[in-house]
T-cell receptor, first 111, second 110 residues
Framework: KNEVEQSPQNLTAQEGEFITINCSYS?????LHWLQQHPGGGIVSLFM???GKKKHGRLIATINIQEKHSSLHITASHPRDSAVYIC?????????????FGTGTSLTVIP | DSGVTQTPKHLITATGQRVTLRCSPR?????VYWYQQSLDQGLQFLIQ???????AKGNILERFSAQQFPDLHSELNLSSLELGDSALYFC?????????FGEGSRLTVL
């Protein structure tokens, strides 16, 4: 069983739709990360959060520590949001420095 | 621009050959991670270095090795290459728990 599970695996949306990607994890964490990988490969860090909610433009990330669950929301989706979104967690620092990654959610936004 | 530099960006080689991938972390970052991403697969952790010392090891094959030099740049050596080694190889550096990825090195083994 993977330490980090994401759903859905694939998602197709019409431009303008509200999108939610979910992430569940099974280990203790110090922080959760949302990453974006565009076709062509580069990976960009979108959010790092350990509690509550963060917002950046049309992107919102929330985390519920008790339920070990996080969501990434995209409001007013646009074709340029098409990418793979990866959830990752970093365990508490006293347990090692390895990050655990979900397998990613491939999002396609159709004009 | 994450500040993490990887070279080369693309590499095509033949089975049985040996290649070296290079990574320069962000200025001041002591941790370097190497990941492998095969086609349609998630990021697989290979190895982590911290200030020149190996800190953690993942699913790294014996044919692969890495090191981090005093100037903190790191190299990943892949030898006796097989077709299945074709993948994107990412380097990342970390500071205060945040990860910064390089653009990746795309290796194609023919």
């Amino acid at each position: 069983k993977n330490e980090v599970e994401q759903s859905p695996q694939n998602l197709t949306a019409q431009e303008g739709e509200f999108i939610t990607i979910n992430c569940s994890y099974s280990v203790g964490i110090s922080a959760l990360h949302w990453l974006q990988q565009h076709p062509g490969g580069g990976i960009v860090s979108l959010f790092m959060l350990s509690s509550g909610k963060k917002k950046h433009g049309r992107l919102i990330a929330t985390i519920n520590i008790q339920e070990k669950h996080s969501s990434l929301h995209i409001t007013a989706s646009h074709p340029r949001d098409s990418a793979v979104y990866i959830c990752a967690v970093s365990p508490p620092s006293n347990t090692g420095n390895q990050f655990y990654f979900g397998t990613g959610t491939s999002l396609t936004v159709i004009p | 621009d994450s500040g993490v530099t990887q070279t080369p960006k693309h590499l095509i080689t033949a089975t049985g050959q040996r290649v070296t991938l290079r990574c320069s972390p962000r200025s001041g970052d002591l941790s370097v991670y190497w990941y492998q991403q095969s086609l349609d697969q998630g990021l697989q952790f290979l190895i982590q270095y911290y200030n020149g010392e190996e800190r953690a090891k993942g699913n790294i094959l014996e044919r692969f090795s890495a090191q981090q030099f005093p100037d903190l740049h790191s190299e990943l050596n892949l030898s006796s290459l097989e077709l299945g080694d074709s993948a994107l190889y990412f380097c990342a550096s970390s500071a205060f728990g945040e990860l910064f990825f390089g653009e990746g090195s795309r290796l194609t083994v023919l």
